[in-house]
C-alpha cells in the first residue's frame, strides 16, 4: 500500500479520568452520508483506542500541510505529546490541534468491530469545524504536500453539511 497516498489525521479522545489521548492516524474512510458517518482502524495496543471505548466518543484533526510535525508527535511515544501542540477542548470536552488542523469532525461512537489486531470504529459525525485548506499527505512511505494549491471556491465547513 505504500503507493497509495492519504490525508493525515489526528485521532483525539479522553479517557475517564478526563486526559487527553491521540494518535497520527491514515486508515480514516468517510463511510456513509446519511447519517453522516467516519470510521478509523485503531491498532488494539493503542492507547487512544481505549480512550475511545471509555467515552464513546473522539475526534477526527484533519492536518493542514504545515502539520508534519504534530503528525511525527502523534505517531511517536512521546509521553506528553500534547504539550508539544497548541490545543484546546471544544464546547464537548475532546482535542481540538488549533493551529495543525485545518478541520476537525465530531463524532460519537455507533460500532466497534474487532478485525484482526485493529478495531474498526465507526462515529456518527455530530459537529464539524473548519476551514478549506491544503492538506498534509502521505505515500511512499513519507509525508508531504499537494502539488497544485487547493481551488479558491470551496466553501468553510461550519456544520454536518452531508457532502464528502
Ligand atoms: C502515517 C501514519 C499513519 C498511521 N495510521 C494509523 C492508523 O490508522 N491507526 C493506528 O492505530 N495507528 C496508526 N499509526 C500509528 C500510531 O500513530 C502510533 O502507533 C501511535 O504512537 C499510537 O499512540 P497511542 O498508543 O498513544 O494511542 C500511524 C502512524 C503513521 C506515521
Same mark, same amino acid.
Given at each position: 500500500?505504500?503507493?497509495?497516498?492519504?490525508?493525515?489525521?489526528?485521532?483525539?479522545?479522553?479517557?475517564?479520568?478526563?486526559?487527553?489521548?491521540?494518535?497520527?492516524?491514515?486508515?480514516?474512510?468517510?463511510?456513509?452520508?446519511?447519517?453522516?458517518?467516519?470510521?478509523?482502524?485503531?491498532?488494539? /495496543?493503542?492507547?487512544?483506542?481505549?480512550?475511545?471505548?471509555?467515552?464513546? +466518543? *473522539? !475526534? @477526527?484533526?484533519?492536518? #493542514?500541510?504545515?502539520?508534519?510535525?504534530?503528525?511525527?508527535?502523534?505517531?511517536?511515544?512521546?509521553?506528553?505529546?500534547?504539550?508539544?501542540?497548541?490545543?484546546? /477542548?471544544?464546547?464537548?470536552?475532546?482535542?481540538?490541534?488549533?493551529?495543525? +488542523? *485545518? !478541520? @476537525?469532525?465530531?463524532? #460519537?461512537?455507533?460500532?466497534?468491530?474487532?478485525?484482526?489486531?485493529?478495531?474498526?470504529?465507526?462515529?456518527?459525525?455530530?459537529?464539524?469545524?473548519?476551514?478549506?485548506?491544503?492538506?498534509?499527505?502521505?505515500?511512499?512511505?513519507?509525508?508531504?504536500?499537494?502539488?497544485?494549491?487547493?481551488?479558491?471556491?470551496?466553501?468553510?465547513?461550519?456544520?454536518?453539511?452531508?457532502?464528502?
Amino acid at each position: 500500500m505504500n503507493g497509495y497516498y492519504t490525508g493525515i489525521t489526528v485521532v483525539t479522545a479522553v479517557d475517564a479520568q478526563d486526559r487527553p489521548h491521540g494518535l497520527t492516524c491514515n486508515s480514516l474512510v468517510s463511510a456513509t452520508l446519511d447519517p453522516p458517518t467516519l470510521l478509523v482502524c485503531l491498532d488494539n /495496543r493503542t492507547g487512544t483506542l481505549a480512550a475511545v471505548r471509555e467515552s464513546g +466518543a *473522539f !475526534a @477526527v484533526n484533519l492536518l #493542514a500541510e504545515g502539520g508534519r510535525e504534530a503528525a511525527e508527535i502523534f505517531a511517536s511515544r512521546a509521553p506528553d505529546r500534547f504539550a508539544a501542540v497548541k490545543w484546546e /477542548r471544544s464546547p464537548s470536552g475532546l482535542p481540538r490541534l488549533v493551529d495543525d +488542523a *485545518f !478541520a @476537525v469532525a465530531e463524532c #460519537a461512537v455507533t460500532h466497534m468491530h474487532t478485525v484482526g489486531d485493529h478495531v474498526v470504529v465507526f462515529g456518527l459525525v455530530h459537529d464539524i469545524d473548519g476551514e478549506p485548506a491544503s492538506p498534509l499527505l502521505y505515500g511512499m512511505r513519507a509525508f508531504t504536500k499537494p502539488s497544485h494549491p487547493p481551488p479558491t471556491d470551496l466553501v468553510a465547513t461550519s456544520q454536518v453539511s452531508g457532502r464528502r
